[in-house]
Each structure stands twice: as structure tokens, then as C-alpha cells.
């Protein structure tokens, strides 16, 4: 079982791969000056690294692949599926998601050492002119492929964006992140200022901080075609 849970994986970063020059396509990146897991608050590199990805998207399911270059743990490789959907008010995304690991020198196509992840997310938009806010709830089951161990969390929170003006806007959502598995948690907030610089590439900058961690900016950018 293990050792075909990375063939899977491949095959979902092919199919992305082999989409991207279809239509509903985005493909994005960032640099920041470290690399931070915020939902288990922990810094992966307190090195530079340069991320980027395209993510293909039809109808309701959305595919992902990202490649992240540093050093140490900053490089990574991840493949990522969403299903969004919605049942009355309230907005639901499941994802399953691979993320080829290189926490020990060499090791990034080396299996031992990947995580597979999925989760279910619920949230409630509300509305009001140009602020919209979101009480969310996520829960997330982690699963170690042979060296990390699983892990399961929690984590209520709120989402909220604001429209600035046609071309400007924030977005953000605070979160509190519960491991059940090992009974700790952490307080986590990322943020976005995004301008639209044309009508089909957004320049952003990034804030991500969690109360265990230093805080990051990144500057980044996302590009529809």
C-alpha cells in the first residue's frame, strides 16, 4: 500500500501537468524569506524559498501541483485535490493532498519521509457591501507514510475579505490549530493584500504568522490563462 500511495501521487501531478493548458487555469508563486508550516506551527526552513504551481480547476473539483526550492526541508513537492460544493449556506471543501518531504538531505523522492493529508472544511459566508466574513471549521486527518507519525486536528476560525476598490482587496482568516494527537495548539493568521494589476494577473503580498513562530511576508503573484 505504501509504496503506491507515490505512483498515485505522480499520476495526480501528471493529470494537472497534462491540463494546464486547458482553460480555468492559474498559475502563481511566491518568495519568502522562510519556509512555515502554520498548522503545526513550525518553521520547515529558515532559509529563502521560491514557490510556484498551477492549479487546473473544472466545474467543482480542483487540481494542484506545487513545487516549493530552497534549502533542506524548503524543497518540497506537493499534489493536491479539492471538491467544493455547498449545502444551503454553508460552503464545504474536501482535499487530498501528497507532499513529497525532504527532511533529510536527498531524500525528496524518497517516500519515507512524505505525509498524505486530507480534510473537510465548512464555512459561512455573510455579506455585508464590500466586507464579507466566514465562521469556519476545519478538521484534518494527517497520515505519516512511514517515518512521521499521524496526526489529527482541529481548528474553528473565522475568514473574512474586504473590496477595497475594484482593484485592491484583503483577505485573511484567523484560526486556531488543535492537534488532538499530541494535545498542543497554536493560534495562526494569514493574510493577503492583493492588487489586480491586469484582468488576468494579481500581484499579492503575503503575511502568515502563528504565536509559536516568526512572522512572514512574501511577495507573490497568480496569473489566470
Known sequence: ???????????ILS???????AANNVFYGKIAPKYVLGDVAIVASP??????????????WSFDGLGSVGKGAGNELDASVFYDTKAGPVKLQFSGQYYFLNLHD???FDPSDDLIEVYADASIPLTHGRFTVAPMFRAIQMFGVDELKDATLVQPGV?????????LSFSGDLRDSINLTSK?????FSG??????????TLKL??????KTPAVFSLGFAKTF
Not at 532559509?47 to 467543482?60: E, F, L, M, N, R
Request: proline content about 3%.
Open 184 to 188: 498542543t495548539s497554536a493560534m495562526r
Open 106 to 108: 536527498g531524500s525528496l
Open 206 to 211: 503575503g503575511y502568515d504568522d502563528t504565536n
Open 159 to 167: 475568514r473574512g475579505s474586504f473590496q477595497a476598490m475594484d482593484r
Open 1 to 11: 500500500m505504501r509504496n503506491s500511495i507515490p505512483v498515485l501521487s505522480i499520476l
Open 47 to 60: 532559509d529563502p524559498v521560491i514557490q510556484s504551481g498551477i492549479t487546473h480547476t473544472a466545474g467543482k
Open 192 to 201: 493577503v493584500a492583493a492588487w489586480r494589476a491586469t484582468s488576468t494577473t
Open 15 to 21: 493529470l494537472c501537468a497534462g491540463e494546464a493548458f
